[in-house]
């Protein structure tokens, strides 16, 4: 048996096994394609890590809500669209009733009429003459009252079908509106950016205009795509407008709040713009409420956050466009009826209010 610092030299071997093995098991697991990590590296991986799962998963999300949302448009426009042919389908069954009343009065009334015609007025059927004449005219008024009936049932009919449907449809036209437009949040629209031949080449122009003229410290991780709006055509004059999809809102304002340092060229053609990414319904509101701007019957009118705002009276109220039913009280059309381009910044028409 072993005694003294043979003893002891014997016992501190197997923990010096274990020791070193520990270390190695620990060097191991900090260790990714044989480098050696720190814990804050690891724990900014594991942190880039979950951020990536989590906007995936964000992601997912958004395609399941926007798939539910089309769904459930789709079938309340179905079914708002079964009301209104079974509104219209007894409409036609009690048109149809009135219809044939009237056709039988009438034919009452021919009767009446061409018995009178057929037949002479001696002195001594004087009185018979009358109460066949009195009965055809009381025919003609009944025939008058019933026409008024139907006049007004399909007036109803019409006032039914022209509002009380169409209501129900613009409000899911609305909510779907704004969940589209939730989607382009992290976006903003360039007018007048060149042509590119890739995406790439589209983010390393954002990133120069950023850098140069905006003074950001934009990177190209920052932006999470970028796409052209429309077809390529070799014939085109104008650059088609590219839409630039940021992977933080953060990013995304602070780009759009230094628009107005982009320089104004002479050549319209020259000259790039960032706007706001709105919805094919706002974008229309827009380019309505920009005709109204220059035609001189509102005081300005602009988009900020995906909202169409305007303002009716210098230093007015900012009133909020949801509708064309907002404008149409002040919608006339111009006395030349000419048109502006919806092109371009609107910058020009609400410089103050942005």
Not at 41 to 50: R, S
Not at 58 to 74: A, C, I, V
Not at 272 to 277: A, F, L, P, Q
């Amino acid at each position: 048996m072993p005694r003294g610092k043979a003893a002891q030299k014997a016992t501190n071997e197997p923990n010096k096994q274990t020791n070193e093995k520990a270390t190695e098991k620990n060097q191991n697991e900090n260790t990714v394609n044989g480098e050696e990590l720190t814990m804050s590296q690891l724990t900014d991986m594991i942190k880039k890590h979950a951020a990536e799962i989590f906007e995936e998963k964000k992601k997912e999300l958004k395609e399941e809500m926007k798939e539910e949302m089309e769904e459930e448009m789709e079938y309340r426009l179905i079914t708002q669209f079964g009301e209104l042919e079974e509104m219209i389908d007894e409409a036609k069954e009690e048109v149809q009733k009135s219809v044939n009343k009237v056709k039988t009065q009438i034919d009452k009334l021919s009767k009446n009429v061409q018995q009178i015609q057929s037949q002479s007025a001696p002195s001594g059927n004087n009185e018979t003459f009358k109460q066949q004449l009195q009965s055809a005219i009381e025919g003609l008024d009944n025939v008058k009252a019933e026409s008024r009936k139907l006049k007004k049932r399909l007036e109803k009919v019409e006032f039914d079908t022209c509002s009380r449907i169409p209501k129900n449809i613009q409000v899911l036209t609305n909510k779907f509106d704004e969940f589209e437009q939730q989607q382009n949040e992290n976006n903003v629209q360039i007018v007048g950016l060149p042509d590119s031949e890739s995406g790439e080449e589209d983010k390393d122009k954002i990133v120069k205009i950023a850098r140069d003229t905006f003074g950001m410290d934009l990177k190209i991780s920052d932006i999470e795509k970028t796409y052209r709006m429309g077809k390529k055509r070799e014939d085109a004059v104008k650059a088609r407008d590219t839409i630039v999809k940021f992977k933080e809102k953060t990013t995304r304002d602070k780009f759009y709040e230094n628009r107005k340092q982009l320089v104004i060229n002479e050549n319209p053609n020259e000259n790039i713009y960032v706007n706001d990414h709105l919805t094919s319904h706002r974008q229309h509101l827009l380019y309505v409420a920009r005709k109204l701007y220059k035609a001189k019957k509102i005081k300005a009118a602009w988009s900020q956050g995906g909202n169409i705002l305007i303002r009716k009276i210098e230093n007015g109220p900012v009133i909020p466009v949801h509708c064309h039913d907002d404008l149409s009280e002040i919608q006339q059309p111009d006395e030349d009826g000419g048109e502006f381009s919806a092109d371009g910044s609107d910058n020009d028409l609400a410089s103050d209010m942005d």
